[in-house]
Structures are given as structure tokens and as C-alpha cells.
């Protein structure tokens, strides 16, 4: 088991142990104020182009269409009651530290593209950033989270799959609660 593995299982046990509280009162919330279940379960896309499900708090209708947020006409009308709340906070984020305890995500790594994202799907292959397991944060997000536009966000990617040692993934993940704190980046 690498030093990444074993700091991924450790990080994620202490944060699902410090966030319970705040989890079960997220998933109340999201009951309480729309229609559906509290988690959305999402095909995402794994290490070696591998199909995996990545649990979120549910911050859209359940009617809303299985497609990247940025793709919808108006994304706003889509979103619950408290669904731009959870998604400029990140707490939606959260139950993805299951994925980390089972080993189908890492802490840091390329965000696990949605299963019909061909484009971004195809682009990461031919840079080799499909070798690695997806994070629940990257350097792409800490350089424009959903503001980067496909190629530049790969690139990000693939210069991540070049750099990346624990000092870089302790740097990405100092940036990123950095970027949580002032809600940067966040589109919709």
C-alpha cells in the first residue's frame, strides 16, 4: 500500500468522523426542502476509464437531464431550494469520502469526469490522465474549478500527472480549502 493510499484511507476516516454531524443535518436538509433523495448517485468515470458510482448530496430536481451542469440552458432553475448553498460550500462534496475509503477516488487527483462527458473523457486519454484514480480535488479546480474550459482543464490534468508527489497533493489540498472558505470558482 502506497503512502498516498494510506494517508487517502486515514484523511477521509477522520473527515467522515469530524463531518457526520454536519452530513446527517445536510441530508435533512436536502429531504426537507425537495422532493427526492438525499443522495444523487452519479457514473462517473474511474481509473483506466473504469465506470464507478460517486455519491453526492442532491442539489438538483429530480427531473433535471443527466448532463454536465455547464450544458444545461439555465442551471439555476434546476437547482433546489438549498442546491447553490451546498455547491458554493462544497457540501455536497462530502459523501464522495466514501469513494476515498473504498479506493475509487483520492483525495487530490483530476475530478472523475460524468459518464457521457466524451470530450473531456477523450481528451484526458490521449494525455495519459485517464492512468490516474480521480480526486475529490485537483489542480485543475484549484486553478478555475468550473470556470476552465475542457482543454485547459486537461492540461491542468496531465501537468498534475507530471508533478504530483504528497508535497504537491498537500499543496492542492491547502489551496483548496482556501478556495472553499471564499466560494471561489463556483459557476452554479
Known amino acids: 500500500m502506497t503512502i498516498k493510499r494510506l494517508s487517502d484511507m486515514f484523511v477521509s476516516a477522520c473527515a467522515a468522523l ?7 443535518i445536510v441530508a435533512l436538509a436536502v429531504r426537507l426542502t425537495s422532493p427526492g433523495p438525499a443522495l444523487y448517485w452519479s457514473k462517473r468515470v474511474g481509473k483506466g476509464n473504469s465506470i464507478f458510482l460517486m455519491p453526492k448530496f442532491r442539489t438538483m430536481r429530480t427531473d433535471t437531464p443527466v448532463v454536465a451542469t455547464h450544458l444545461l440552458n439555465d442551471p439555476s432553475k434546476h437547482l433546489t431550494p438549498i442546491g447553490g ?10 459523501p464522495q469520502l466514501w469513494c476515498i475509503l473504498k479506493g475509487e477516488m483520492s483525495l487530490v487527483g483530476p475530478r472523475p469526469a460524468l459518464f457521457n ?7 484526458r486519454t490521449a494525455a495519459g490522465v485517464h492512468a490516474l484514480k480521480p480526486g475529490l480535488t485537483g489542480w485543475a479546480q484549484v486553478n478555475g474549478r468550473d470556470e476552465l474550459e475542457i482543454p485547459l482543464k486537461v492540461a491542468y490534468d496531465a501537468d498534475y500527472l507530471r508533478r504530483q508527489s504528497f508535497m504537491f497533493d498537500l499543496w492542492i489540498l491547502i489551496l483548496t480549502a482556501l ?6 470558482g463556483v459557476a452554479h
Open 18 to 24: 469530524a463531518f457526520a454531524i454536519p452530513m446527517a
Open 117 to 123: 462527458q466524451d470530450d473531456l473523457i477523450t481528451a
Open 85 to 94: 448553498f451546498l455547491r458554493k460550500s462544497s457540501l455536497d462534496e462530502l
Open 179 to 184: 478556495k472553499v472558505a471564499g466560494a471561489r
